[in-house]
């Protein structure tokens, strides 16, 4: 049991609360930036004369080779200590002695964690907006390559209109680049550096913050010590956003795992993406598909107890924030996994574009546009629906498609059509004569398109 605080104590700490009261176990994740944000807490201290320049040096060296070491797996972080905060104050006081004791002049543990945790994230961020945009390439390649491409469009699951592959995959462009939207919103409102806040109340120690936030990165300091300490709303809007994502990846994956299925054959899961049975010899199936949906819980999970865990706590810091971190560390590796593997099985899809476009041609999907090509030739759209819901009835009773009618047949039913209902209702028609921005047609896709370019540029 190793730990900064023993002075006022009289009794050891019992070996269970020392436990429950440690975080190294899972705070040794941001090494990296805890050691960052005291090699400018330092550098900061000697600039305003607080150390001097070689206890600065002395310092500053130290931190360097403790990073050095644990990056090169030469030093262990060890579970003996409390929280990686006195893992590294202990370790450096060990190698450069005691002038590794001034490292903590003006600074607390809880801004130092603020700090951690917030460049932590920030990264995290960063690296979440990364991996959308590369998901963003993917979908805009396959929208490229399939302009032509129909498929049937549902509604409550049942086929409704013709549409094509590009624009169904436009809808999830639209979501992704939303949720990168998001990463940037985020960035922007969490960017400033919480440290020099102190333990609640800020230092008397003359610090400079504005110069520790500018070292390492930020806009600038926060502006109030007691809500630099304990604010967690970037973290809780960053699990919010990764929930959303993750909400998209599993409508994404759930689609995938129907089209996928027997009785759809829309597309065909990469072997490398798919699994087999132990025992059914015929399987292959959509497993990773499967876990992004089901991981979607987990990240969820994150978002709420966070919320949950602030909801009571009053100012400013109190021990419930280290509960920030594990849940949440946990989402944001299941998170950026998922984005990953997602892109990876998407890459790797094949779409059956014979059997989509058969989907599409057999579940009645023109029947909106016959309807309308009976109001274009006056007759009123309650009257048309009626009319086009019999031509229906009579297809599913012959088993066959609107198209299929013989024009003795249509006119049984309506005496309005002609001979160029067939070109009317065609496939092609229905999508390419949808022409408003946003909708199917070639014509407003290759706008659309157009636009998603320069995004990604
Ligand atoms: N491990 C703690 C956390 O994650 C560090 C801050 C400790 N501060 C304190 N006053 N005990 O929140």
């Known amino acids: 049991m190793a730990q900064l605080w023993g002075g006022r104590f009289t009794k050891e700490t019992d070996q269970l609360v020392y436990n429950f009261n440690a975080s190294i176990s899972f705070d040794q994740k941001f090494y990296?930036?805890?050691?960052?944000?005291?090699?400018?807490?330092?550098?900061?201290?000697?600039?305003?004369?607080?150390?001097?320049?070689e206890e600065g040096k002395q310092i500053a060296q130290g931190l360097h080779g403790i990073l050095d070491d644990v990056k090169a797996g030469r030093l262990e972080i060890s579970n003996a200590y409390e929280d990686i905060h006195s893992f590294v104050e202990a370790t450096?006081?060990?190698?450069?002695?005691?002038?590794?004791?001034k490292l903590h002049t003006g600074r607390s543990r809880n801004d130092q964690v603020a700090l951690d945790m917030r460049m932590y994230t920030r990264k995290q961020v960063q690296e979440t907006d990364e991996l959308l945009k590369s998901?963003?390439?993917?979908?805009?390649?396959?929208?490229?390559?399939?302009?032509?491409?129909?498929?049937?469009?549902f509604t409550h699951l049942q086929k409704a209109q013709p549409i094509t592959l590009a624009h169904h995959m436009g809808a999830y462009f639209e979501m992704f680049r939303r949720d990168r939207s998001r990463m940037h919103d985020i960035y922007e409102r969490m960017n400033y550096c919480p440290l020099g806040s102190g333990a609640l109340a800020g230092t008397t120690y003359p610090l400079d913050r504005e110069y520790t936030a500018e070292l390492l990165?930020?806009?600038?300091?926060?502006?109030?010590?007691?809500?630099?300490?304990?604010?967690?709303?970037?973290?809780?809007?960053?699990?919010?956003?990764?929930?959303?994502?993750?909400?998209?990846?599993?409508?994404?994956?759930?689609?995938?795992?129907?089209?996928?299925?027997?009785?759809?054959?829309?597309?065909?899961?990469?072997?490398?993406?798919?699994?087999?049975?132990?025992i059914m010899p015929q399987k292959k199936n959509p497993d990773i598909a499967e876990l992004v949906r089901g991981k979607t819980g987990r990240v969820y999970g994150a978002l709420?107890?966070?919320?949950?865990?602030?909801?009571?706590?009053?100012?400013?810091?109190?021990?419930?924030?280290?509960?920030?971190?594990?849940?949440?560390?946990?989402?944001?590796?299941?998170?950026?996994?998922?984005?990953?593997?997602?892109?990876?099985?998407?890459?790797?899809?094949?779409?059956?574009k014979d059997n989509?476009?058969?989907?599409?041609?057999?579940?009645?999907?023109?029947?909106?546009?016959?309807?309308?090509?009976?109001?274009?030739?006056?007759?009123?759209?309650?009257?048309?629906?009626?009319?086009?819901?019999?031509?229906?009835?009579?297809?599913?009773?012959?088993?066959?498609?609107?198209?299929?009618?013989?024009?003795?047949?249509?006119?049984?039913i309506s005496p309005v059509f002609e001979n160029d209902i067939y070109d009317a209702i065609s496939m092609e028609t229905c999508v390419n004569t949808r022409l408003t921005i946003g909708a199917p047609s070639r014509t407003a896709m290759e706008q659309v398109i157009a636009k998603y370019e320069d995004y990604l540029k």
């Not at 998901?135 to 469009?153: A, Q, R, S």
């Not at 409508?251 to 054959?265: C, V």
């Open 135 to 153: 998901l963003l390439e993917t979908i805009l390649g396959i929208m490229k390559e399939n302009l032509d491409t129909i498929m049937p469009g």
């Open 356 to 412: 989509m476009r058969k989907s599409a041609n057999n579940g009645f999907t023109n029947a909106t546009d016959a309807a309308d090509y009976l109001v274009k030739h006056g007759v009123a759209f309650r009257d048309a629906h009626g009319i086009v819901g019999r031509l229906v009835l009579y297809c599913i009773e012959k088993n066959c498609a609107i198209d299929d009618l013989s024009m003795e047949e249509l006119k049984q």
């Open 32 to 53: 990296q930036e805890d050691i960052t944000g005291s090699m400018a807490h330092v550098k900061m201290l000697t600039k305003q004369g607080i150390l001097t320049e």
């Open 92 to 101: 450096l006081i060990d190698r450069i002695g005691d002038v590794g004791k």
């Open 304 to 352: 709420m107890s966070l919320l949950t865990t602030m909801k009571g706590i009053p100012l400013a810091y109190n021990k419930d924030m280290q509960e920030d971190k594990e849940l949440s560390f946990d989402a944001m590796d299941s998170a950026k996994g998922c984005i990953a593997l997602f892109d990876g099985m998407l890459k790797t899809l094949t779409f059956c």
């Open 217 to 278: 990165d930020f806009y600038g300091p926060t502006l109030n010590s007691m809500d630099g300490v304990s604010d967690r709303d970037y973290l809780i809007e960053f699990l919010n956003a990764l929930s959303i994502v993750m909400m998209h990846l599993s409508r994404f994956s759930e689609e995938i795992i129907i089209w996928n299925s027997n009785e759809y054959q829309f597309v065909e899961i990469d072997d490398a993406y798919s699994t087999g049975s132990s």
